[in-house]
């Protein structure tokens, strides 16, 4: 096995434990209400399956294959969303996204759910990134918010790679 690339930034128990509070309080926010999932794939697939073992089991999920980065940065444009479905008529939405930087994926994915009939579509997210946003995007729940730095593991990856890594790391930024 080789050594996981940069520095560490996020223990796995400490993303464990911060699951663990953020599905309590989802839980409270919609007891008594059918809650949908649109989980954004792929960078938010441990972080959506960790959360879902918290939640009601009758919690319905959707995922969504998108994309927007290429390398460490963001192309600006999102990839995949045409194909992304649900019956949300009526429906309590909430997405859910490894991490929230220009705000541009999380912008067009709640655009695109009211579109697909959700009655409310709130966002979370497990990092939250200490910079300036190309569109005004809301998280009502974050794990963590971090400094404007290129993370990777938990979900999070570099060009596909290191996404199985327990714990967050940062790595430098630009190749």
């Not at 194909?83 to 994915?109: A, E």
Request: proline letters at 5%; glycine letters at 8%; a positive charge.
């Amino acid at each position: 096995m080789t050594r996981p690339p940069g520095k560490p930034y996020l223990s796995a128990l400490a993303i464990q434990r911060r699951v663990r509070t953020l599905a309590s309080s989802i839980r409270q926010a919609y007891q008594n209400r059918p809650l949908t999932i649109v989980a954004l794939l792929k960078g938010s697939v441990f972080f959506v399956v960790d959360l879902l073992r918290h939640l009601d089991p009758d919690t319905e999920v959707e995922f969504w294959n998108i994309s927007s980065y290429e390398g460490t940065k963001s192309t600006g444009k999102i990839r995949g969303l045409e194909h992304c479905r649900g019956n949300f008529r009526g429906r309590d939405v909430l997405l859910i996204d490894d991490i929230l930087d220009s705000g541009l994926t999380l912008d067009r994915t709640r655009s695109h759910a009211k579109k697909l009939g959700a009655r409310t579509v709130q966002v979370c997210v497990l990092l939250s990134k200490k910079r300036k946003r190309v569109r005004n995007v809301h998280a009502r729940w974050v794990g963590f918010k971090i400094k404007d730095e290129f993370v990777v593991g938990y979900g999070l990856d570099l060009d596909q790679r290191y996404r199985a890594l327990p714990s967050i790391r940062t790595l430098p930024s630009g190749p």
